[in-house]
Structure formats: C-alpha cells, structure tokens
Nanobody, 122 residues
C-alpha cells in the first residue's frame, strides 16, 4: 500500500513562505496524481492543488492561485507545495493524497498522509 508522509509545516508570519513536502513509499509516485488539501479548525476539508504524474499538468484552487506552486521530483518520490505570501486564512492542517486521475474532490483520492500543521500568525 502506498504510504505518504508530509513534512515542512510550522509557524510563519503573515507574508512569509513555507515549502511542504510529500514523500511516498514503498512504490514510485510516477503513475499517481498528487493532491494537496487542507482543513482548518471547524471547517470542511478544502482542495488546494494537484499535479499529474509527469508534472505537466497542475491545477489550483482560486484561493491559492498565484501564491502556491505545486511541483514534483519523481527521482526523489516527492511532491512539493511552495507557499508564498501566506496569510492567517491559510492556517490549517495540510494533507497530501494520491490517486490515478487527480481531481478536486477528496473522496476521489485513495491514499492520504497524516497531515502537517501550518500556522500563519504574527
């Protein structure tokens, strides 16, 4: 079974940046879309971005477009989420997930990581 582990979360000031990583084992990620989702306290899980297996196709939620960048290094079996110009509304637990087809609905994803906390506060 594919296992995903997120890392890179933390506390950052408004306007700051963080880079999240999602590393997979024991199988290669080449054939999988990877999506990033987030869930803030008291709110529903929200789609952030996804990337195709080759990295040639990406898609972003409007709320993060222009600020976040999703990328992948298949040689390292890792997908990244570069988050710039963060604001308090970005505070949430961020999860990566994998499936064969992508999409913005969490239910479409088969494998999930445990999440990493991102807190944006001064």
């Amino acid at each position: 079974q594919l296992q995903l582990v997120e890392s890179g979360g933390g506390l950052v000031q408004p306007g700051g940046s963080l880079r999240l990583s999602c590393t997979a084992s024991p199988f290669t990620l080449d054939w999988y879309y990877i999506g990033w989702f987030r869930q803030a306290p008291g709110k529903e899980r929200e789609f952030v971005a996804h990337i195709s297996g080759s990295g040639s196709r990406t898609y972003y939620a409007n709320s993060v477009k222009g600020r976040f960048t999703i990328s992948r290094d298949n040689a390292k079996n890792t997908v990244y989420l570069q988050m710039n110009n963060l604001n308090p509304e970005d505070t949430a637990i961020y999860y990566c997930a994998a499936n064969r087809f992508g999409g913005s609905q969490g239910l479409a994803y088969d494998y999930w990581g445990q999440g990493t906390q991102v807190t944006v506060s001064s």
